[in-house]
């Protein structure tokens, strides 16, 4: 079996684990669609505002998990390279999941675990970029665009190989366009902050 299939195949695991968005089943056992309410985003701080901490909690392990599994089968498959192909696609699955219409979030969670996957130390420095803007402005959405903006950025100063570099970058660029009505927003003065996202949300129980 050539490189090529086995990447496919990575690709495809990939896809079809990152399509299981966390945030839209978890959203539906409390009887509602995250996509309708809030941001409107399927992720977990959407998840955070509209449904409380628990719930957040459950999306976060989730998105963890298929990204951690993703990457997991594409080693299996293809070593390497099939982490990289298997993880770019768990992002697109996240993102546009087939099973949701199409209809996702912005993967920047699941991002970050694949990142981890491949190289630590890389991904420490990320999230901590994303901490520190964090607790410094209450804005996920900079945190979120500031690490991606970072990360293609160390992948090159550390000396990683192209293939790393290639998909730091596009992954960066794809969390950077995600973010655009929040960028407008955080221009415009008018982005909400993490802490009265909390603060003013309503719980939507199910029954």
């Known amino acids: 079996m050539s490189k090529i299939l086995y990447l496919a195949l990575s690709a495809v695991a990939g896809y079809l684990l990152g399509s299981v968005n966390s945030s839209i089943i978890i959203g539906k056992l409390y009887g509602i669609d995250v996509r309708q309410h809030g941001s409107g985003n399927a992720g977990a701080t959407n998840t955070l505002r509209t449904l409380g901490k628990k719930a957040a909690v459950f999306v976060l392990i989730g998105d963890v998990l298929k990204g951690i599994i993703s990457c997991v089968i594409g080693n299996y498959i293809a070593g390497y390279s099939g982490v990289i192909?298997?993880?770019?696609?768990?992002?697109?699955?996240?993102?546009?999941?087939?099973?949701?219409?199409?209809?996702?979030?912005?993967?920047?969670?699941?991002?970050?675990?694949?990142?981890?996957?491949?190289?630590?130390?890389?991904?420490?420095?990320?999230?901590?970029?994303?901490?520190?803007?964090?607790?410094?402005?209450?804005?996920?959405?900079?945190?979120?665009?500031?690490?991606?903006?970072?990360?293609?950025?160390?992948?090159?100063?550390?000396?990683?190989?192209?293939?790393?570099?290639?998909?730091?970058?596009?992954?960066?660029?794809?969390?950077?366009?995600?973010h655009r009505t929040n960028i407008k927003r955080l221009l415009d003065g008018t982005e909400s902050k993490i802490s009265k996202k909390v603060e003013n949300s309503k719980m939507y129980i199910s029954k």
Request: avoid cysteine; glycine fraction near 10%; charge should be positive.
């Open 85 to 178: 192909f298997a993880g770019a696609a768990a992002i697109i699955g996240h993102n546009w999941p087939m099973y949701f219409s199409f209809k996702g979030g912005k993967g920047v969670l699941t991002a970050i675990t694949i990142i981890f996957y491949i190289d630590w130390k890389l991904a420490l420095i990320t999230l901590g970029t994303f901490v520190v803007v964090l607790l410094i402005t209450k804005y996920v959405s900079l945190g979120s665009v500031l690490g991606a903006i970072i990360l293609p950025i160390l992948a090159v100063l550390f000396g990683r190989n192209i293939e790393f570099i290639v998909f730091t970058a596009a992954l960066g660029t794809l969390i950077v366009i995600k």
